[in-house]
C-alpha cells in the first residue's frame, strides 16, 4: 500500500503563488513517477504536471507550462509543485498520485495507481 498526502494548498489573489507538496509513504521501491492533476466541480479530473523519479522527466499541461515547476526530492519522497502567477482559472482541488509502470504516458489519469485525498487551491480575482 501507498499513501500520499499533499499539502500546501489554500487562498491566494490573483498573480499569487503558492508551493503544494505531496509526501510518499509505505512499499516505494518501484515508484516511476509522480504527477499532480486537477479537478473543478462538475468537470473531469486533468493532467497537470508529472515526473519520473530517477530520471527527473518532467511533462506539464499547456494551461501551466511556463508558471508551474515541478520536482522532486528522491530523499524525502516528496514531489512539489511551484506554482506561479496563478489565475482563478486555476482554482480546483488538486490531487497528486504514484504510478509504478515503467514506459506510461504521465499525462494519463489509468497511468497511476495511488492517489491522494486532494487539496484546496482556490485563487481569488
Known amino acids: 500500500q501507498v499513501r500520499l498526502v499533499e499539502s500546501g494548498g489554500g487562498l491566494v489573489q490573483a498573480g499569487g503563488f503558492l508551493r503544494l507538496s505531496c509526501a510518499a509513504s509505505g512499499r516505494l521501491f518501484s515508484m516511476d513517477a509522480m504527477g499532480w492533476f486537477r479537478q473543478i466541480p462538475g468537470k473531469e479530473r486533468e493532467f497537470v504536471s508529472a515526473?519520473?523519479?530517477?530520471?527527473?522527466?518532467?511533462y506539464y499541461a499547456d494551461s501551466v507550462k511556463g508558471r508551474f515547476t515541478i520536482s522532486r526530492d528522491k530523499a524525502k519522497n516528496t514531489v512539489y509543485l511551484q506554482m506561479n502567477s496563478l489565475t482563478p482559472e486555476d482554482t480546483a482541488v488538486y490531487y497528486c498520485a504514484a504510478g509504478f509502470l515503467y514506459g506510461n504516458d504521465w499525462t494519463r489519469i489509468g497511468s497511476y495507481g495511488y492517489w491522494g485525498q486532494g487539496i484546496q487551491v482556490t485563487v481569488s480575482s
Open positions: 515526473v519520473t523519479w530517477v530520471a527527473v522527466n518532467t
